[in-house]
């Protein structure tokens, strides 16, 4: 990430006039808390307030706070205090209650690149910033540490780092930037952020957003959501999309310029297929700002012919990922991620920058959450950055994507093309780029020790698979001085695409993966004493842009959310249990979900870029769905799982199925900005609450009792059987046990709920007992019956409704009829069969397959 620290005094850091008077109040509140309740403890001690958060959906102030000791942070040393009113409701805390500091010999100001390229295996640094001196514990002491981030120049990656203050051993360190593996076309007017300090009433402040700039009118050809990408519908021409509460001046102005190009407050949307980490280019809408663009992605259309729509949809995503969350909670003073704040606090600064058609990879998606932090009165900030890949097309036997061409000798020139595996490292060589050079086979012949130096000057280096990564081999033939790389697998005929190594940086030449039996033919001609002269030239035509599948872009915005929102904004999620692809999948999942859709349909993510139709299982264990023939994985299996993706995975397999119980009971609205009464709007509020409320490092068992603690603050805990009847379901019951943070094989699942919430279940049992009337069979597949168990001879009239409310189905029949009721029509999904005599009423749920 090519980034700058900004250092703001904080008087640019802008409140509304009760959002500083509340924060005045809090710091006293919560400064008098910890002084008389004794939690600190002990001389030199202090707490100091990270952000506050004025949450309109709990109603209560949300305050992040940090222990210090002489002043300085301790490190992870966090807490969360909520406020309603002048009353702090709970306060939670992992402070540290007895510090001994360790002496310091001498205190090192900053570590020179050399140090740091030593010690984080780096080849260059691009920028390293510094936040201010922290105490981090190391053998039960205390020691000075730095807390800094460093770019790598060559790669997206930024490293959140502690090191000893003293000598620069490296403590702690976490890669910023999540793999899901300024040209100025504006004008300017006068920013209003400065003058709401002095809008001290209400009708000041209105008048003051009344001089913000109306949004210019525009229109982005686009797949609009809920589609989720171009194989599920159409594109659409839509016309200003935005919400003026989340961007009060549109998608194309700042509060000091506007442009006309895929830029705005929220997101700066630009092509970097060069790979420098900077704004490339960025398709113009013109004076109309109309983003109207040709589109296609057939075997033999080029992507890069058609990077202005997908720029486009990058762009549109985007805003639209910004305007929808901002309803359901961040906002400017939840760190969210905005150029101009409009006097509506937090920091601002940090648009997103969105670079579609990335050329340092394929087949991935990244995204790194910068941060937002004021400490000790100054501001530390670092934007967001977006990277979106091309992912291969299929490859058939007889269409192989050519990525190689053999020049000599003249016997091979014409082999024909095998199918081989791209690289998520490495230049792309886009735009006609080429590498030439003869082959010659690495020594060691696995390459993955040091070669000799100089040894593969010039030459493609061949390497074959297994013992270390891919990147890893690809690295040491580089620096021996090779030009290009081929990996071959010496035991499978088909290759892969082959995947990035975050310990492997600072990779410049391009590489491909080969089968098994072209890569021993090449072996054997070099070991004959042929000379093979080969080019490296990519074929792009037929390959998918990531930018135009909303799903991965909402996954990949959704890191930023998660990130954002939980502790202090930045370096909470690094815990071996943590669920970050989880939100992301769910975030991806809700924005796209269709109306008609209910819980029976099982959904898949990624089967755009991953060339499945849309009923494809898509890049998971399994489908999303409640059901457990089709998802039975529960809590326990997070043992068994590997890597983040397959972790967070089971969480939002537990969000999916929290989803369908709130929609049974509340109802479904397609549009989740419409009402905030609509079950999948209420839910999602509940799970934005939930990242809010927890820990720094959260456990599944934290992430759940934040949810449910959302439900106690927002809703006096109305839903609380249902979420742990819920949870339990997939084993996250009352006596589920985390087990260690640093261990990802130690939960412990667990099926039980609390007593009261037997008790409640039984009460509802009592209830069905009440009931005259039964249908079956339930589930059905074509059609079924009502049958009258109290056999009253009133007449009755059954309705039946889908999950969106709209009536599909109304008949009144004798009491003693038992005719059948036909669901052939009816699309698969859950509904409700309302069932009326005389003056009771009884309400059933039927499954339709």
Same mark, same amino acid.
């Given at each position: 990430?090519n980034?700058k620290?900004?250092?703001l005094?904080?008087?640019?850091?802008f409140?509304?006039?009760f959002?500083?008077m509340?924060?005045?109040?809090s710091?006293?509140?919560?400064q008098?808390?910890?002084?008389?309740?004794g939690k600190?403890n002990?001389?030199?001690v202090?707490v100091?307030i990270l952000?506050?958060d004025? +949450?309109?959906?709990l109603g209560?102030?949300i305050?992040?706070?940090?222990q210090t000791y002489k002043?300085?942070r301790?490190?992870?040393a966090l807490?969360k205090?909520?406020?309603k009113?002048?009353?702090?409701?709970?306060?939670n805390?992992d402070?540290?209650?007895n510090i001994?500091?360790?002496?310091?010999?001498k205190v090192?100001e900053r570590?020179?690149?050399?140090?740091?390229?030593?010690?984080?295996g780096?080849?260059a640094?691009?920028d390293?910033?510094?936040l201010?001196?922290?105490?981090?514990?190391?053998?039960?002491?205390y020691?000075?540490a730095k807390?800094?981030?460093?770019?790598?120049q060559?790669?997206?990656?930024?490293?959140?780092?502690?090191?000893?203050?003293?000598?620069?051993?490296?403590?702690?360190k976490d890669?910023?930037t999540?793999?899901c593996?300024?040209e100025?076309?504006?004008?300017?007017?006068e920013a209003v952020?400065?003058?709401?300090?002095?809008a001290?009433?209400?009708e000041?402040?209105?008048?003051?957003l009344?001089?913000l700039?109306?949004?210019?009118n525009?229109?982005?050809?686009?797949f609009?959501?809920?589609?989720e990408?171009p194989t599920?519908?159409?594109?659409? /021409?839509v016309?200003?999309?935005w919400?003026l509460?989340?961007s009060?001046e549109?998608w194309?102005?700042?509060?000091?310029?506007?442009?006309?190009n895929t830029r705005?407050?929220n997101?700066?949307?630009?092509s970097?297929?060069d790979?420098?980490?900077n704004?490339?280019y960025?398709p113009?809408?013109?004076?109309?700002l109309?983003?109207n663009?040709?589109?296609?992605?057939?075997?033999?259309d080029?992507?890069?012919t058609?990077?202005d729509?997908a720029?486009?949809?990058l762009?549109y995503m @985007?805003?639209?990922?910004?305007?929808i969350f901002?309803?359901f909670g961040?906002?400017?003073?939840?760190?969210?991620?905005q150029?101009n704040?409009?006097?509506?606090?937090?920091?601002q600064g940090?648009?997103?920058?969105a670079e579609?058609?990335d050329?340092s990879g394929?087949n991935n998606?990244n995204?790194?959450?910068?941060?937002?932090?004021v400490?000790?009165g100054?501001?530390?900030l670092?934007a967001?950055?977006?990277q979106?890949?091309?992912w291969?097309?299929?490859?058939?036997?007889?269409?192989?994507?050519?990525?190689?061409?053999y020049?000599a000798?003249?016997?091979?020139?014409?082999?024909?093309?095998?199918?081989?595996?791209?690289a998520?490292?490495?230049?792309?060589?886009?735009?006609?780029?080429?590498?030439t050079?003869?082959?010659?086979?690495a020594?060691?012949d696995?390459a993955?020790t040091?070669?000799?130096a100089?040894?593969?000057?010039?030459?493609i280096g061949?390497?074959?698979r297994?013992?270390?990564?891919?990147?890893?081999?690809?690295k040491?033939?580089?620096?021996?001085?090779?030009?290009g790389?081929?990996?071959?697998?010496?035991n499978?005929v088909?290759?892969? +695409?082959?995947?990035?190594?975050?310990?492997?940086t600072?990779?410049?030449?391009p590489?491909?993966m080969?089968?098994k039996?072209?890569g021993?033919?090449?072996? @054997?001609?070099?070991?004959?004493?042929?000379?093979?002269n080969?080019?490296?030239?990519?074929?792009y035509n037929g390959?998918?842009?990531?930018?135009?599948? @909303?799903?991965?872009?909402?996954?990949?915005?959704?890191?930023g959310i998660?990130?954002r929102?939980?502790?202090?904004?930045?370096s909470c999620?690094?815990?071996a249990?943590?669920?970050?692809?989880g939100?992301?999948d769910y975030f991806?999942?809700?924005?796209?979900?269709?109306?008609?859709?209910?819980?029976a349909?099982?959904r898949?993510?990624?089967?755009?870029?991953?060339?499945?139709?849309i009923?494809?299982g898509g890049i998971?264990?399994a489908k999303?769905?409640p059901?457990?023939?089709v998802n039975?994985?529960?809590?326990?299996?997070?043992?068994?799982?590997?890597?983040?993706?397959a972790i967070?995975f089971?969480?939002a397999t537990?969000l999916?199925?929290l989803?369908?119980?709130?929609i049974?009971?509340y109802g479904?609205n397609?549009?989740v900005?419409?009402s905030s009464?609509?079950?999948?709007a209420?839910?999602?509020?509940?799970?934005?609450?939930?990242?809010?409320?927890?820990?720094?490092n959260?456990?599944?068992?934290d992430?759940?009792n934040?949810i /449910?603690?959302?439900?106690?603050v927002g809703n006096?805990g109305?839903d609380?059987c249902?979420?742990w009847n819920?949870?339990?379901?997939?084993?996250?019951?009352?006596?589920?046990?985390?087990?260690?943070?640093?261990?990802?094989n130690d939960q412990?699942?667990d099926?039980t709920?609390p007593q009261?919430?037997?008790t409640? /279940?039984?009460?509802q049992?009592?209830?069905?007992?009440d009931?005259?009337?039964?249908?079956?069979?339930n589930?059905?597949?074509?059609e079924?019956?009502?049958g @009258?168990i109290?056999?009253?001879s009133?007449e009755v009239?059954?309705?039946i409704?889908?999950?969106?409310?709209?009536l599909?189905?109304s008949?009144t029949r004798?009491?003693s009829?038992?005719?059948?009721i036909s669901?052939?029509g009816?699309q698969?999904g859950?509904?409700?069969v309302?069932i009326?005599?005389?003056e009771?009423?009884q309400?059933e749920?039927l499954?339709?397959r």
């Amino acid at each position: 990430m090519n980034k700058k620290l900004f250092l703001l005094p904080v008087s640019v850091v802008f409140f509304f006039c009760f959002g500083k008077m509340n924060g005045q109040n809090s710091n006293r509140l919560i400064q008098d808390y910890y002084q008389k309740s004794g939690k600190l403890n002990q001389n030199k001690v202090g707490v100091i307030i990270l952000n506050e958060d004025m +949450s309109n959906s709990l109603g209560a102030n949300i305050v992040n706070v940090q222990q210090t000791y002489k002043g300085l942070r301790v490190y992870n040393a966090l807490g969360k205090v909520i406020i309603k009113g002048d009353q702090i409701l709970s306060e939670n805390n992992d402070f540290n209650r007895n510090i001994i500091a360790a002496s310091t010999a001498k205190v090192h100001e900053r570590f020179s690149d050399a140090l740091l390229k030593q010690k984080l295996g780096l080849s260059a640094i691009s920028d390293t910033d510094y936040l201010p001196d922290v105490y981090f514990e190391k053998n039960g002491k205390y020691i000075l540490a730095k807390e800094l981030f460093v770019s790598d120049q060559n790669s997206s990656d930024v490293w959140h780092v502690l090191a000893d203050a003293e000598n620069g051993e490296i403590l702690s360190k976490d890669n910023m930037t999540l793999n899901c593996s300024f040209e100025d076309h504006g004008h300017s007017h006068e920013a209003v952020s400065k003058e709401w300090e002095k809008a001290s009433t209400v009708e000041n402040q209105s008048k003051l957003l009344n001089a913000l700039w109306a949004p210019t009118n525009a229109s982005y050809n686009v797949f609009p959501l809920p589609v989720e990408a171009p194989t599920f519908g159409a594109r659409a /021409l839509v016309n200003n999309p935005w919400d003026l509460v989340a961007s009060p001046e549109g998608w194309h102005s700042d509060g000091t310029n506007s442009y006309t190009n895929t830029r705005g407050n929220n997101v700066y949307a630009y092509s970097d297929q060069d790979n420098t980490n900077n704004p490339g280019y960025s398709p113009d809408g013109g004076s109309s700002l109309t983003f109207n663009f040709p589109f296609a992605d057939g075997r033999y259309d080029n992507p890069i012919t058609y990077r202005d729509a997908a720029i486009t949809n990058l762009f549109y995503m @985007n805003n639209k990922m910004h305007d929808i969350f901002y309803k359901f909670g961040f906002t400017e003073a939840a760190r969210n991620f905005q150029t101009n704040n409009f006097g509506k606090g937090g920091i601002q600064g940090d648009a997103v920058r969105a670079e579609a058609f990335d050329g340092s990879g394929l087949n991935n998606a990244n995204f790194g959450a910068g941060y937002e932090a004021v400490i000790s009165g100054t501001t530390y900030l670092s934007a967001p950055r977006m990277q979106m890949y091309l992912w291969d097309r299929t490859q058939p036997a007889n269409d192989p994507i050519l990525r190689y061409q053999y020049n000599a000798p003249a016997a091979i020139v014409n082999r024909p093309k095998v199918a081989t595996g791209g690289a998520s490292f490495g230049p792309l060589l886009l735009g006609g780029q080429t590498v030439t050079g003869d082959l010659k086979i690495a020594t060691p012949d696995d390459a993955c020790t040091a070669l000799a130096a100089g040894s593969m000057t010039g030459k493609i280096g061949v390497a074959k698979r297994g013992t270390c990564s891919f990147a890893t081999k690809v690295k040491n033939m580089q620096l021996a001085g090779a030009l290009g790389g081929i990996i071959y697998d010496p035991n499978n005929v088909d290759p892969i +695409s082959m995947g990035k190594d975050d310990a492997v940086t600072g990779i410049t030449i391009p590489s491909i993966m080969m089968g098994k039996t072209e890569g021993e033919y090449i072996v @054997n001609q070099i070991n004959t004493g042929e000379t093979v002269n080969t080019t490296l030239n990519f074929d792009y035509n037929g390959f998918k842009h990531s930018s135009l599948d @909303n799903g991965i872009v909402a996954h990949e915005y959704g890191h930023g959310i998660s990130n954002r929102l939980t502790g202090q904004g930045y370096s909470c999620l690094q815990s071996a249990e943590q669920m970050g692809e989880g939100w992301s999948d769910y975030f991806a999942l809700m924005l796209t979900t269709r109306p008609g859709d209910t819980s029976a349909l099982a959904r898949g993510i990624g089967t755009y870029t991953s060339s499945q139709p849309i009923t494809g299982g898509g890049i998971r264990p399994a489908k999303y769905s409640p059901d457990f023939s089709v998802n039975n994985y529960t809590y326990g299996k997070t043992n068994t799982v590997s890597g983040p993706h397959a972790i967070g995975f089971i969480w939002a397999t537990m969000l999916w199925d929290l989803t369908w119980k709130y929609i049974e009971k509340y109802g479904y609205n397609s549009d989740v900005m419409a009402s905030s009464t609509s079950g999948n709007a209420k839910v999602l509020q509940i799970v934005m609450d939930g990242l809010k409320l927890q820990a720094c490092n959260p456990s599944f068992i934290d992430g759940r009792n934040a949810i /449910l603690q959302a439900d106690a603050v927002g809703n006096a805990g109305l839903d609380k059987c249902m979420i742990w009847n819920t949870f339990a379901k997939r084993g996250l019951g009352v006596n589920a046990s985390a087990g260690s943070s640093s261990a990802a094989n130690d939960q412990v699942e667990d099926f039980t709920v609390p007593q009261e919430c037997i008790t409640a /279940l039984a009460t509802q049992d009592v209830k069905l007992s009440d009931q005259k009337f039964i249908i079956f069979p339930n589930p059905t597949y074509d059609e079924f019956f009502v049958g @009258n168990i109290d056999k009253s001879s009133k007449e009755v009239k059954i309705r039946i409704f889908d999950m969106s409310g709209k009536l599909i189905f109304s008949d009144t029949r004798e009491s003693s009829s038992k005719k059948a009721i036909s669901t052939q029509g009816f699309q698969k999904g859950v509904y409700m069969v309302h069932i009326q005599q005389g003056e009771k009423i009884q309400v059933e749920k039927l499954m339709v397959r």
